[in-house]
């Protein structure tokens, strides 16, 4: 049966709208799920690279770190007193980080020309050398006693002594530091002030063992 060609140009005209939007809707919906799909890919593939290069774990990692190694730096035991120079020394004295150490009980009767009362600290290196009663003490061996003048209660002074080589070669791989009150008598290695005397010492050390 012959259709009337304005009939059908009125029927598409009704429909085409409704198919319009269902085509809209459906290519809204596939770009929708296209989109959602690229980001849900992207976002994943930033997570995958995040846990490693995320600020947070990053900074709080380094953090920790940093401050671990800071605590376990300041006061450690096995600091070495600096001997580039008096001034950096007497700071590092100042500070205190050789009280750590082991000691003598008390501030006794110098027994040496240190005169007036000392005590004595000497550094684990060495104090575990003493204890295996060696000939030879290991670089980095080092002492510190207080000088207390005629009295017990203030420091007036420093005699300061540090393996820096093996080998003691007749007291040169010493280094030496004594000051008493606004005198330095020693601030070198070899110094021969103080060689003269320790020489008779345990490898230039006089210090009793067991500490007293």
Request: proline share 6%; hydrophobic share 35%.
């Amino acid at each position: 049966m012959p259709v009337d060609p304005t009939r059908l140009v009125l029927v598409l005209a009704v429909l085409a709208p409704a198919c319009g939007a269902d085509g809209d809707g459906s290519t809204s919906h596939a770009v929708t799920g296209d989109d959602t799909t690229t980001s849900a890919t992207t976002d994943a593939d930033a997570t995958a690279g995040e846990p490693t290069t995320t600020a947070t774990g990053d900074a709080s990692s380094t953090s920790d770190a940093s401050t671990t190694g800071a605590a376990s730096t300041t006061g450690d035991a096995d600091a070495l007193p600096p001997v580039d120079s008096a001034e950096a020394l007497e700071a590092w004295l100042a500070g205190g980080a050789y009280r750590s150490w082991p000691a003598e009980s008390t501030v006794h009767a110098s027994a040496g020309p240190h005169g007036g009362n000392v005590r004595t600290f000497v550094n684990p290196a060495l104090a575990d050398s003493l204890a295996a009663a060696n000939v030879m003490h290991p670089q980095d061996a080092a002492t510190v006693k207080e000088l207390y003048g005629g009295g017990t209660d203030e420091i007036v002074g420093y005699a300061v002594m540090v393996k820096l080589a093996p080998d003691s070669a007749s007291g040169d791989g010493w280094y030496w530091y004594e000051r008493l009150d606004v005198t330095v008598y020693a601030d070198d290695t070899g110094v021969k002030l103080c060689t003269g005397c320790h020489g008779s010492g345990s490898d230039y050390v006089l210090t009793p063992w067991p500490l007293q």
